[in-house]
């Protein structure tokens, strides 16, 4: 099996010409997979995972009046140039992965008929915090809400609605002894996995994404794009035969997706490497 250190996934959308940390992930990937690739003499798999589920890319398409593939080819075409132009970072010999792959969709539900076999998801109808404006469910009770992502309200009510739960607590016994493992070395990332709800909801209103109609739920409903993005090791795995041994991430990526990564993740032993968040460039050429 060929080994990976890849950049956690990184939002496909157009709006991030400032945001130079969206970048240094890949550079800093990329000098890791070459010293590895020094090292054992071997060819190592360079992959990207673009995460293209995102209700920012939703709302710029729509803007746009333009079609997803015409959208994603433009601003990864984008994205690869800057790369060429600013790190010498070439797009060939890269293997490109969008969440919205065909081949990604099917591993991700086949993972989740697993999960409902083994009692460790569900489907039940739920008390959660709704958006009053949009009725979009948010969270379940016991979550503090600021604003709602879909239209940004601020006012909630509680309605009981048909949804797909994570059981996290028993995700946390099975998973103990990785866990202990965890903060024994890296006793700093405790307070992320505190974070985690109960029941953490895994479905989610949105126009795009994996759709969970096929387990009896809304077809508005799709599968949270944080979970796919959290099994990224698997996909890895599945796809290219590759073993994800390192993640080069930022402290909010790391905060969302790697206590679900931990838990969730059966192939899941990468080492986290974290990237500090840099200045915004106003004036950078960055694209």
Same mark, same amino acid.
């Given at each position: 099996?060929?080994?990976?250190?890849?950049?956690?996934?990184?939002?496909?959308?157009?709006?991030?010409?400032?945001?130079?940390?969206?970048?240094?992930?890949?550079?800093?990937?990329?000098?890791?997979?070459?010293?590895?690739?020094?090292?054992?003499?071997?060819?190592?798999?360079?992959?990207?995972?673009?995460?293209?589920?995102?209700?920012?890319?939703?709302?710029?398409?729509?803007?746009?009046?333009?079609?997803?593939?015409?959208?994603?080819?433009?601003?990864?075409?984008?994205?690869?140039?800057?790369?060429?132009?600013?790190?010498?970072?070439?797009?060939?010999?890269?293997?490109?992965?969008?969440?919205?792959?065909?081949?990604?969709?099917?591993?991700?539900?086949?993972?989740?008929?697993?999960?409902?076999?083994?009692?460790?998801?569900?489907?039940?109808?739920?008390?959660?915090?709704?958006?009053?404006?949009?009725?979009?469910?948010?969270?379940?009770?016991?979550?503090?809400?600021?604003?709602?992502?879909?239209?940004?309200?601020?006012?909630?009510?509680?309605?009981?609605?048909?949804?797909?739960?994570?059981?996290?607590?028993?995700?946390?016994?099975?998973?103990?002894?990785?866990?202990? #493992?965890?903060?024994?070395?890296?006793?700093? %990332?405790? $307070?992320?996995? !505190? @974070?985690? /709800?109960?029941?953490? &909801?895994?479905?989610?209103?949105?126009?795009?994404?994996?759709?969970?109609?096929?387990?009896?739920?809304?077809?508005?409903?799709?599968?949270?794009?944080?979970?796919?993005?959290?099994?990224?090791?698997?996909?890895?795995?599945?796809?290219?035969?590759? #073993?994800?041994?390192?993640?080069?991430?930022? %402290?909010? $990526?790391?905060? !969302? @997706?790697? /206590?679900?990564?931990? &838990?969730?993740?059966?192939?899941?032993?990468?080492?986290?490497?974290?990237?500090?968040?840099?200045?915004?460039?106003?004036?950078?050429?960055?694209?």
């Amino acid at each position: 099996m060929k080994l990976s250190i890849s950049q956690a996934p990184i939002q496909a959308r157009a709006d991030t010409e400032s945001k130079l940390e969206r970048y240094l992930s890949i550079k800093i990937a990329n000098v890791y997979n070459d010293l590895l690739q020094n090292v054992l003499n071997d060819e190592i798999n360079k992959i990207d995972f673009w995460n293209t589920y995102c209700q920012k890319i939703d709302l710029q398409i729509s803007a746009q009046q333009t079609n997803e593939n015409e959208y994603l080819e433009n601003t990864l075409g984008a994205r690869y140039s800057n790369l060429k132009s600013y790190f010498n970072i070439d797009f060939d010999g890269r293997k490109l992965l969008l969440d919205s792959e065909e081949k990604v969709k099917d591993i991700i539900l086949e993972f989740i008929q697993l999960l409902i076999k083994r009692e460790l998801a569900f489907i039940g109808k739920i008390e959660l915090q709704t958006c009053k404006s949009c009725k979009t469910p948010i969270a379940t009770q016991n979550v503090n809400i600021i604003k709602c992502k879909n239209c940004g309200g601020i006012n909630f009510e509680l309605v009981k609605s048909e949804q797909m739960l994570l059981d996290v607590e028993k995700l946390f016994e099975i998973n103990a002894e990785k866990i202990n #493992e965890i903060f024994a070395n890296k006793p700093w %990332i405790k $307070s992320f996995f !505190n @974070t985690l /709800p109960r029941h953490q &909801i895994i479905s989610k209103k949105r126009f795009r994404g994996i759709s969970v109609e096929t387990f009896g739920l809304s077809e508005q409903l799709k599968i949270d794009p944080k979970i796919i993005l959290a099994l990224q090791s698997l996909l890895y795995s599945e796809i290219y035969g590759t #073993e994800l041994i390192g993640v080069v991430q930022g %402290i909010d $990526s790391i905060k !969302n @997706t790697f /206590p679900l990564s931990v &838990i969730l993740d059966p192939t899941f032993k990468a080492k986290i490497i974290s990237v500090p968040m840099i200045p915004e460039l106003k004036n950078s050429g960055i694209k």
